[in-house]
T-cell receptor, first 112, second 110 residues
């Protein structure tokens, strides 16, 4: 079965530009999580969605927004990019609340 | 205090030994607990989940949960050099929030 798909895998943007990261969850999974991981850091929870509704929010900057669409895929929109936004961004999906979450391969964002 | 705490390590064990990784969490209402393995630059890979007190075994891995002590552990038997990675403890602390510890780096020497 296909796993969580993230695109693009790599992205280079300049400061103050905008980036959109996409996440396609495992088939039938209704919950999506987004994480940011800097070098040598643990994954930091950004935001989650359950059944297309935002369900919890972590340390997500106001410059970032996200949504989950009718087909359950999710997009993370990042505006006014800063050098400090350079990181690995992971998406994970699960079937229902509190159950096993599986991660995509991640998007490596580099802001120059 | 972080919601999920782990020793950062590194934890060094010889090949064939048992590696013991520990994790504590602060939210007493947490219900779901997971161990992930992460190689450098790669995504976290789920290796164990545990939901009730006691032990859960899967191959060389055993997860242990003690909700009264708010403690989760992972034992890796017959450690192999390929087990060298960062092990992340993750706790579902609420409705849809999965919080990670800082991870323990495990080094298995041949």
């Amino acid at each position: 079965a296909a796993g969580v798909i993230q695109s693009p895998r790599h992205l280079i943007k300049e400061k103050r530009e905008t980036a959109t990261l996409k996440c396609y969850p495992i088939s039938r999974h209704d919950t999506v999580y987004w994480y940011q991981q800097g070098p040598g850091q643990d994954p930091q929870f950004l935001i989650s969605f359950y059944e297309k509704m935002q369900s919890d929010k972590g340390s997500i900057p106001d410059r970032f927004s996200a949504q989950q669409f009718s087909d359950y895929h999710s997009e993370l929109n990042m505006s006014s990019l800063e050098l400090g936004d350079s990181a690995l961004y992971f998406c994970a999906s699960s079937l229902g609340t509190g159950f096993e979450a599986f991660f995509g391969q991640g998007t490596r964002l580099t802001v120059v | 205090q972080k919601e999920v705490e782990q020793n950062s390590g590194p934890l060094s064990v010889p090949e064939g030994a048992i590696a013991s990784l520990n994790c504590t969490y602060s939210d007493r209402g947490s219900q779901s607990f997971f161990w992930y393995r992460q190689y450098s630059g790669k995504s976290p890979e789920l290796i164990m989940s545990i939901y009730s007190n006691g032990d859960k075994e899967d191959g060389r891995f055993t997860a242990q949960l003690n909700k009264a002590s708010q403690y989760v552990s992972l034992l890796i038997r017959d450690s192999q050099p390929s087990d060298s990675a960062t092990y992340l403890c993750a706790v579902n602390t609420g409705f849809q929030k999965l919080v990670f510890g800082t991870g323990t780096r495990l080094l298995v020497s041949p």
